[in-house]
């Protein structure tokens, strides 16, 4: 949820944090700020807003010079967003200073506590109490690290917390629990973050941090310990991506920028999943043959439009192994006492691998002895970690807060998922898999066609802009990508916009359409059964009404266009591929939307990359 970066080194700190942190002010916008040790002593700055007022800030009132510091970009959680509690957060008499991601639970007891002890408070924040807890334990544990261990030995919660001591200048020492936060090995130089894409540009070499882990930094050494202070095992990895994959590339947004690389995300995602032997094979597949094939449901378990991609899943994946699949908001799950046995197999779906409401989830679905598989673009992340297996998404960064690239990449490896188990189960030949997995591998060309085709939106955008209501209909499958188009619209253009299966117009939504308003359709390609012909009528109901209709269908659909204010022409695809044509229309013109607007397209107001707290 918010952005966090540390750096130990011979460098100036100051510009390598303040950049690290522009590459995750995506992860939270509401606040910035730094502290720097320098001389024996803490400087710290900190604002309200976005970093740009963090930066103007350090212009007039500049920071000494330092090679040790740590930074912070939040989302607000316990306090408003204002200086005061902008991160990072100093003990009292200023030698501590802590900056943390998460939510301390216990925290209004170890408050009341600190208070009795007669500590002023100058925050409202959660995260204040660990920087004074921190400062009181140096009187009886000195070295920053055990400190460290012991307050988080009493901290209930989800968070990653980073500290430093003016008395003990070239340390950094840094806790997690269900919180991001990766190690940057450089050659004589360290950095923490939340992140990769805060360091990608000094090196690609990192550490992930396992759970409830305490990591003591300088400039040439990393020393990871369990909290009781055991050493413990990492894993070092090589980042895949450069830096240029974390940059605009010339285009005005990030969203925009993801929006265009959808054929390299999805092409990426399809590569090298065929061995040898002509079988479909899948990143991290730790699960038994036999338990899959013993697996008589399968619950899918995500977030916002994580969500949307398992509600296209649901469809493929019983189609292909005849098992029962289920779709849950991963928030909801663990709540209604699911039914979850050793024969159900859940996939968790997020695109960071912190979700915590998908990371708590896949934890009562562990317990009550399900195998997870996670779906996930984050190497290293919380949830494929704890899962059985994984299937990596290779959708490279995505900065922009609304999801695009990471969608049509989920819903891809949800399909090869499906296949994979089809294969396993028996459900299907191998030639009938290859066939599909050939038919997958074309995708790629036909969303650049779409792509390609994209500037009548612009238009489009223009004419709508100043509508305040949106409707997006779809059926089968068009019908997740109706609430998705809705969802994209919402998040960065702040406009009322529903999504509805079309098949329950005439049960309640239809009331809602009045002349001028505009209806999305999603129609689903000839030959499908009769639900072609079912959204036909389903648009001349709501043209007869007097609304707008925006139609996406196949090329060569004639009854398509003749009921159309707008028609979208889409590649000729099998039914179960239309989603990954069908919503980049619906994301672009989102995008449109929101430019027009003179809205922050990809840092939307109140929302966060990754939610990482419940």
């Known amino acids: 949820m918010c952005g966090i970066v540390g750096y130990v080194g011979p460098r100036p700190a100051q510009p390598i944090i303040i950049d690290g942190l522009r590459r995750m002010e995506y992860r939270g916008y509401d606040s910035a700020g730094i502290t720097v040790v320098a001389d024996g002593q803490l400087a710290a700055r900190k604002k309200a807003g976005k970093l740009a007022n963090l930066e103007a800030e350090l212009l007039a009132h500049p920071l000494p010079e330092s090679h040790q510091g740590i930074g912070h970009t939040r989302w607000a959680t316990h306090g408003g967003p204002t200086d005061a509690n902008a991160h990072p957060h100093l003990s009292a008499d200023d030698r501590v200073a802590v900056v943390h991601n998460g939510i301390i639970e216990n925290f209004a007891t170890l408050r009341a506590e600190l208070a009795a002890d007669g500590i002023e408070f100058r925050s409202q924040t959660d995260s204040e109490a660990v920087a004074h807890l921190l400062r009181r334990q140096l009187d009886v544990t000195p070295g920053l690290a055990d400190a460290l261990r012991a307050v988080c030995r009493r901290l209930e919660g989800a968070f990653t917390l980073v500290a430093v001591d003016a008395a003990q200048p070239g340390l950094i020492v840094a806790a997690r629990r269900s919180s991001p936060l990766v190690v940057g090995v450089g050659e004589g130089e360290m950095f923490l973050a939340s992140d990769v894409a805060s360091f990608i540009e000094h090196t690609r070499h990192a550490i992930e941090l396992g759970q409830d882990q305490v990591v003591a930094i300088t400039a040439g050494s990393v020393d990871v310990t369990d909290f009781a202070g055991r050493p413990a095992e990492v894993r070092p990895y090589e980042i895949e991506w450069d830096l240029s994959s974390a940059e605009k590339g010339g285009f005005d947004w990030f969203m925009r920028k993801e929006i265009f690389e959808q054929p390299h995300a999805a092409a990426d995602t399809l590569l090298g999943r065929i061995d040898p032997d002509g079988r479909l094979c899948l990143d991290e597949m730790r699960i038994d043959r036999a338990l899959l094939r013993s697996v008589d449901k399968i619950v899918i378990i995500a977030c916002g439009t994580a969500y949307h ?143 390609d085709s994209l500037e009548p939106m612009k238009a489009l955008a223009l004419d709508l802009v100043a509508n305040k209501d949106f409707i997006f209909l779809g059926r089968h499958v068009g019908y997740p990508i109706a609430l998705e188009g809705a969802l994209k619209l919402k998040e960065i253009s702040y406009l009322h916009a529903e999504g509805f299966a079309a098949g329950e117009l005439k049960h309640g939504p239809i009331a809602l359409v009045e002349p001028g308003v505009p209806v999305f359709v999603v129609v689903p390609p000839q030959g499908r059964d009769s639900l072609h012909d079912k959204v036909i009528s389903n648009i001349q109901e709501v043209r007869a009404r007097g609304a707008k209709t925006i139609v996406l269908a196949e090329e060569g659909d004639p009854e398509a266009g003749a009921f159309a204010t707008k028609l979208i022409e889409l590649p000729v695809v099998p039914t179960l591929f239309q989603p990954m044509l069908a919503i980049i229309p619906l994301q672009y013109f989102a995008c449109e939307v929101a430019t027009l607007k003179g809205y922050d397209v990809d840092q939307p107001r109140n929302l966060a990359k990754s939610v990482t707290v419940e």
């Open 309 to 451: 991609a398992g509600l296209i899943a649901k469809y493929a994946i019983e189609h292909w192994t005849r098992v029962p699949c289920e779709v849950e908001l991963a928030s909801e799950f663990r709540y209604r006492d699911p039914i979850v046995t050793r024969t159900t197999l859940v996939v968790a779906i997020s695109q960071s691998g912190e979700t915590m409401d998908t990371l708590m989830a896949i934890r009562h679905a562990r317990e009550q002895h399900a195998a997870v598989v996670a779906i996930c673009n984050t190497n290293g992340a919380t949830i494929p970690r704890e899962s059985d297996a994984v299937i990596y998404t290779h959708a490279g960064p995505e900065i922009g807060v609304a999801s695009t690239k990471c969608f049509t990449a989920q819903i891809i490896a949800c399909y090869l998922l499906g296949l994979y188990l089809a294969q396993e189960r028996g459900t299907k030949f191998g030639d009938e898999i290859l066939s599909l997995v050939e038919e997958l591998a074309g995708i790629p060309d036909k969303m650049q066609a779409v792509l």
